[in-house]
């Protein structure tokens, strides 16, 4: 990092404040919402927080910094869950949110693509594609906050993958303010482009330590016509994975989405939103919620979903379940999953894992990592959910009945430790979709292969070498 003294820090924040005008500059009464995370794991501080109205404003923004060696906190909807939005403690970088980076520039039928600024909210480009009848399956329980900027700088998953893949299958081209402030205009609509490295994918996943994502070409889909959505109650982890593959084969690959949820989820979810009655006429451990969708109206769907569940309840893989008979049961559905998260939030304390296996191992990483946890730390609650079909499992812990935080608190680094060993001998990933950012960096150094972080560090050094873009947060 460039050293400069206090008198060049603070002209160049001077100029910032001229660069982004008042409407861009958010005096520090008012900058609390963006310096704590949505966890609440982190309070940062910052020397100025910067909201540029465009790509040049970005641009003159970074600039200034770069000359002036101040570091740079990008910041989308700061709804990710591993600390990397904020920045650190000792006020020393500022915080560039892009919630003013609001324009859709074009959106575009014929090539199925929207152009869009990084600031637009999630939801709202979910709209925009609506309204000219395509489909943007990009789609979390965070869509109505996180930022498209967010969204690909964290490489996001969410619901649809399974389908559709991770954020970064759905860019064909990027707009980039690169540490130094130079632009890199990559705004292509290509669906073919061999020509050399794909700069684009170094930028997505990156978490903001490569450079201000500020806008992005992103493709789009017919839209689905026939949604049909099922919940049903599995003996174990090992009937939902092959009820998985005999859904795909028996729908014609029309699974959109496939979760899986622990029976503590749905307590969790139920003692969130009062009055919401048991999804099914009695309790079960585990429980698969399905979906599937067809771009083709009056199809056979719900027939071909309904034939498979018979054939699976007859050869019990599956115990129970309901059909969803309407859009709002359907609904409900899923408002009971995305309240397992809220719900366990608000229920105390709790450590998250978000972790990736094979698919075809789920069921032994969910057994081996419940026996090392509950070794660790006996009576441990274990509520694990996810995206099993992508081999997705948020294994998250609450502490067993009567114990205080601080020692469950106590307790985290051997939890943590024995879900990533489990992980580690499955040959999974220790972040399956919210990334590294602050949280999970020192196990990144500690289980990452030596020559893989080299090779990220190499990068980093290519694109950043004064280290002011996002520093601290992914690398060690
Ligand atoms: C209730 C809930 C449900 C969630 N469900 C999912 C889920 O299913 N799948 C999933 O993947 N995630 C999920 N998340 C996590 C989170 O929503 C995603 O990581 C989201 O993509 C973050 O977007 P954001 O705009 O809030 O980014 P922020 O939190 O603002 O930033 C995240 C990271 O990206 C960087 N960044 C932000 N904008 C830019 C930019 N324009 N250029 C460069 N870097 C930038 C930041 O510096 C930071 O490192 C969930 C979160 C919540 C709260």
Redesign the pocket.
């Known amino acids: 990092m460039t050293l400069v003294d206090t008198d060049t820090r603070q002209a160049a924040l001077a100029r910032l404040r001229e660069a982004v005008g008042p409407k861009g500059w958010v005096e520090a009464a008012d900058a609390g919402t963006y310096l704590t ?2 966890r609440g794991l982190y309070h940062g501080r910052a020397a100025a927080v910067v909201r540029p109205g465009s790509t040049a404003e970005v641009a003159a923004v970074v600039r200034l910094c770069h000359e002036a060696g101040i570091a740079v ?9 591993v600390g ?2 904020v920045p650190h403690e000792d006020g020393a970088e500022i915080l560039l949110s ?1 919630d003013r980076l609001t324009r859709i520039r074009d959106l575009d039928p014929l090539d199925n693509t929207v152009t869009v600024e ?2 637009v909210v999630l939801q709202q480009v979910q709209e925009a594609a609506a309204e000219a009848d395509r489909l943007f399956p990009l789609s ?3 869509e109505g ?3 498209i ?6 490489n ?4 649809a993958v399974l389908r559709y893949g991770n ?1 970064r299958e759905l860019v064909l081209g990027l707009e980039v303010v690169l540490p130094d402030g130079q632009v890199w205009d990559g705004l292509r609509r290509l669906r073919k482009d061999n020509t050399g490295y794909d700069l684009k994918q170094l ?1 997505i996943g ?3 330590t490569l ?4 806008a992005a070409v992103l493709r789009l889909f017919p839209r689905p016509r026939q949604r049909e959505a099922a919940l049903v109650a599995v003996p174990d982890p090992a009937a939902a994975v092959a009820l998985l593959a005999r859904m795909r084969a028996g729908s014609g690959d029309a699974v959109t989405a496939f979760e899986l949820i622990q029976r503590q989820g749905i307590d969790f979810a139920l003692a969130h939103v009062p009055g919401t009655p048991d999804p099914l006429e009695a309790p079960y451990d585990w429980y698969v919620l399905v979906e599937l969708t067809s771009p083709v109206a009056g199809t056979d769907l719900r027939d071909k979903l309904e034939a498979v569940l018979e054939e699976a309840f007859e050869t019990e893989l599956v115990v129970d379940g309901a059909v969803a008979a309407s859009d709002t049961q359907m609904q409900a559905f899923w408002a009971l999953r ?1 309240a397992i ?2 719900g366990q939030a608000r229920l105390g304390p709790q450590v998250k894992h978000d972790v990736s296996v094979p698919v075809s191992r789920v069921p032994a990483f969910l057994e081996q990592a419940a026996a090392a946890v509950a070794a660790a730390l006996p009576g441990v609650r274990v509520n694990a959910f996810g ?1 099993v079909g992508d081999g997705n499992i948020h294994f998250n812990l609450s502490p067993p009945e009567g114990l205080d935080a601080a020692a469950f608190a106590v307790a985290e680094p051997g939890l943590t430790g024995a879900v990533y060993d489990a992980v580690a001998a499955l040959d999974g990933s220790i972040s399956a ?3 590294i ?1 602050r949280l999970k960096r020192g196990d990144l150094a500690a289980r990452k292969a030596p020559l893989e972080l080299d090779l990220m560090r190499r990068i980093k050094r290519a694109f950043d070498p004064d280290g002011l873009m ?1 520093p601290g ?1 992914v690398l060690p």
Do not use: Y
Not at 73 to 81: A, D, H, R, Y
Not at 149 to 154: P, V
């Open positions: 995370d949505w906190v990008p910041q989308g909807g700061n709804t990710g869950l990397g939005s892009t990084a600031g979390m329980g965070a906050s996180c930022r900027g967010g969204n690909l700088a964290t996001a998953g969410g619901n954020a930028f990156a978490e903001g450079g201000v994502i500020t995305e998260v809220e995206h979709e919210h990334g950012g996002n947060k």
